[in-house]
């Protein structure tokens, strides 16, 4: 595989915010737009370092610290026994045996919240249906006149944010197996539903995975991106296309409403890191309102 055009890329913004989430307050160094590309020189660049206790105290979903411990060699750019340490977008750099970033500076060393040095893989299922009324018409746009789409959505408890209910791939799994377990975590256990309807549910939930259009594949402009840690992904989205299928259930239940839910497509969205840009490819494959 080739090493990654950076110019093809776009440029990272969530991945430079200020604070880190969920660290207490840790900040990033400040990395303005003309400086995040490597090739352009920057003596007085000071990333902070940090990698969260969770990650260092090394969990079985967490690497080792590499740039203290020479003992350690992982395999970057290719598979490491279970753990894929390919990226999608091409070859990444590997500076004193630690992985640089693509997409150049985040003002951060380390893995942050990330488990792997380099590329950590993630898989995200956007899961649609037409919006439509009581009687079953699908509901337009007044002013586009197109139909309007729905995704389940949850908020993430993180950031707070509204995002596709995605996970990351663990170690020997395939990103098929990670789309459908993650939206049966993230989604399905939070429903209010007996467990005949939750039956009835993951047998629809099976067979609509059966089929799904894959929407992007490649770096995700992540919150917790790091010089030396970051996320990918593959988004893939599986449509309801006559709404008798997952499309039929009602999501938000319980006390706890409103943590997953059927949310209108269009370009008012703000969504957790790329996840944006992931729901406007896919309803403008399905030529819906946006
Ligand atoms: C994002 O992080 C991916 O697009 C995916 O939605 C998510 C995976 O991380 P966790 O939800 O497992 O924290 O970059």
């Known amino acids: 595989m080739s090493t990654v055009n950076i110019a093809k890329l776009p440029l990272h913004i969530k991945a430079r915010e200020k604070i880190y989430p969920a660290s207490g307050g840790v900040g990033r160094f400040p990395v303005p737009d003309d400086k995040v590309p490597w090739n352009v020189e920057w003596p007085e660049y000071q990333p902070t370092d940090f990698t969260a206790k969770v990650v260092a105290e090394g969990p079985v979903w967490a690497d080792p610290e590499i740039r203290t411990d020479d003992s350690v060699k992982l395999k970057f750019n290719q598979r490491d026994g279970k753990v894929n340490r390919k990226s999608h977008i091409g070859n990444y750099e590997v500076i004193e045996g630690v992985p640089r970033n693509p997409c150049g500076r985040t003002g951060m060393v380390g893995r ?117 840690a970051w996320m990918e992904t593959v988004a893939v989205n599986f449509h309801d296309m006559s709404g008798n299928s997952v499309g039929k259930f009602k999501l938000h239940a319980g006390d706890d409403a409103g943590d997953v839910q059927w949310a209108d497509i269009c370009s008012q969205l703000k969504l957790f890191a790329s996840h944006e840009s992931f729901i406007q490819k896919t309803a403008s494959n399905l030529d819906a309102h946006w």
């Open 112 to 228: 942050g919240f990330l488990g792997k040095w380099g590329p950590n893989h993630a898989a995200d299922p956007i899961v649609t249906r037409w919006k439509s009324d009581q009687h079953g018409n699908i509901l337009k746009d007044s002013e586009t006149k197109k139909p309007i789409l729905q995704f389940v959505a949850i908020k993430r408890k993180d950031t707070g944010e509204w995002a596709i209910p995605g996970g990351m791939v663990d170690a020997g799994d395939t990103v098929s197996a990670t789309l459908k377990r993650e939206f049966g975590e993230e989604a399905l256990n939070s429903m209010d539903a007996t467990d005949a309807e939750k039956k009835t549910i993951e047998k629809s939930v099976a067979d609509l995975f059966k089929c799904g259009i894959e929407v992007y594949r490649g770096y995700v402009d992540d919150p917790r991106n790091t010089d030396n």
